[in-house]
């Protein structure tokens, strides 16, 4: 995988057009000088949680014996299960917060940008080739940037392309999320029947 293409898939999984309606209701309570500035910290926080597994994923892997093939498929089959969800996403609330308190890392950081599938996802970028760092870091750094431009003008987006062109292009992320997901798991298996 190169960088390009690391970088588009870990901006696919951050989803961030599919995130617009719930950070658009997470900061609705907030006052308007204050959002941007809860936002940044969200920000900020989710680069560096997710910059921290990505640096520390191969460590936790090497302490645990788990070889690249058993991530590749236990992460083809996470970003399978989340591309499902993103064409058919479930009903109901996400936050949990009482009307007009102020989000501190949950739900906004981590689930909504640094999930479980981001972070699996980096792991397993790390595993695949180590010293390639520099290289996953400057696409997990492309993603996150156009996820926060995208949610700093997120009333914008929500503007032009309307609740339903949201929900339309989040399908067709999922949709491409589907295909890379298996690309995964096919390359995990062929990975493992190749040392078999």
């Known amino acids: 995988m190169d960088t390009w293409s690391a970088a588009i898939t870990l901006f696919l999984i951050m989803d961030p057009l599919g995130n617009l309606p719930v950070f658009m209701s997470v900061l609705k309570s907030i006052e308007p000088k204050r959002r941007r500035i809860v936002l940044i910290r969200e920000l900020i926080f989710s680069l560096l949680i997710m910059m921290g597994f990505l ?11 788990v070889k690249q093939e ?3 498929i236990a992460g083809g089959i996470i970003l399978f299960l989340i591309a499902l969800k993103m064409i058919f996403p479930q009903p109901g609330g996400v936050t949990g917060l009482p009307a007009g308190e102020e989000p501190f890392i949950v ?3 981590i689930p909504m940008i640094a999930g479980p599938s981001i972070l699996a996802a980096l792991i397993l970028l790390a595993n695949q080739d180590h010293s390639r760092m520099l290289d996953w870091s400057l ?3 492309a993603a996150w940037f156009v996820t926060a ?3 700093m003008f997120s009333n914008l987006f929500h503007r032009v392309l309307g609740e339903r062109g949201l ?3 989040e399908r067709l992320m999922g949709m491409i999320l589907i295909m890379i997901s298996i690309q995964m798991l096919l390359d995990g298996i062929g990975q493992f029947y190749s040392l078999v």
């Open 55 to 65: 640096f520390s994923g191969q460590a936790v892997l090497d302490f645990l014996s």
């Open 139 to 141: 696409a997990l750094l």
């Open 149 to 151: 431009v995208i949610l």
């Open 70 to 72: 058993t991530v590749s």
């Open 167 to 169: 929900i339309a292009i």
């Open 107 to 109: 739900p906004l950081a």
